[in-house]
């Protein structure tokens, strides 16, 4: 039923649009920031309200709080082994050092819920990124305004913020960043928006060489060559090598 009727809104938004060209310009950004407080708003409540009825689990909300958790306390990077009761560095189960920059945030609330907030305020940020990058491209303002309302639409998106809390989820946000500032050719941006997607973890490496290869064939040849030898060499370090030593074992997705 909502899903429905979110489609219809989506419709009668941009027939609102189409009919309100005079007003184009304004209309589509605040028609833009309202659809991404929405979404923010709908899946911060939903995600809370399914906390507090005891809908999340130890995998994988549990073991990022606690990893925030001690981290905020001194202890970084620690959690419980899954498998046992001893304490471990979280680098034995995933590179996602995203969570040590979220410690911070617990300072506001110490509470499981805040890395829900944060997760749905980041994700539905993307939709930004969606319409200003559209719009770069096609220049087309009413396709763009649609584009970022079917990605806060998008059944995949709404699946990551629903299950539980993931550092990997912020990606999603962060590469559609990283296109667009590449696509922009501002580099620091760009290199900003990589660092932070590859702090999810550790197989948006070979994301990262994806990138690194585009920019090969973009004539940014060096740049290209360096960022993809970087990443897929760091992508095989973490997995035959970091993660296991500190695991003592193979890495368990293996």
């Known amino acids: 039923i909502i899903l429905i009727a979110a489609e219809l809104l989506t419709v009668f938004i941009l ?6 060209k005079k007003f184009i310009f304004s209309f589509h950004l605040s028609i833009l920031l309202a659809s991404v407080a929405s979404y923010i708003s709908y899946y911060s409540y939903v995600t809370v309200v399914k906390h507090n009825n005891f809908y999340t689990g130890r995998f994988d909300l549990g073991n990022m709080d606690q990893t925030v958790w001690n981290t905020f306390h001194g202890r970084l990077f620690t959690l419980t082994n899954p498998d046992g009761i001893n304490t471990m560095s979280r680098l034995g189960i995933h590179a996602d050092f995203l969570l040590v920059l979220l410690a911070p945030f617990y300072a ?94 550790e197989n948006i490496f070979l994301v990262s060489a994806m990138f690194g290869f585009y920019l090969y ?25 970091i993660i296991p030593s500190f695991r003592g074992e193979n890495h368990f997705a293996i």
Not at 228 to 233: D, E, K, N, V
């Open 108 to 201: 506001i609330w110490e509470d499981p819920r805040m890395l829900l907030l944060i997760q749905s305020v980041v994700l539905g940020l993307g939709a930004a990124f969606v319409y200003f990058l559209s719009n770069k491209i096609i220049a087309n303002k009413n396709i763009s305004l649609a584009l970022s309302a079917s990605y806060l639409l998008n059944p995949f998106v709404a699946k990551q913020n629903l299950y539980d809390f993931h550092a990997i989820t912020f990606s999603t946000t962060f590469l559609l960043g990283t296109f667009f500032f590449l696509y922009l050719k501002k580099y620091r941006f760009f290199i900003l928006f990589l660092v932070l997607s590859l702090l999810t973890k």
């Open 15 to 20: 027939y609102v649009v189409y009919k309100a």
């Open 217 to 241: 064939i973009k004539n940014k040849k060096l740049f290209g060559i360096a960022l993809f030898g970087i990443s897929i060499i760091s992508f095989y370090l973490l997995i035959s090598q």
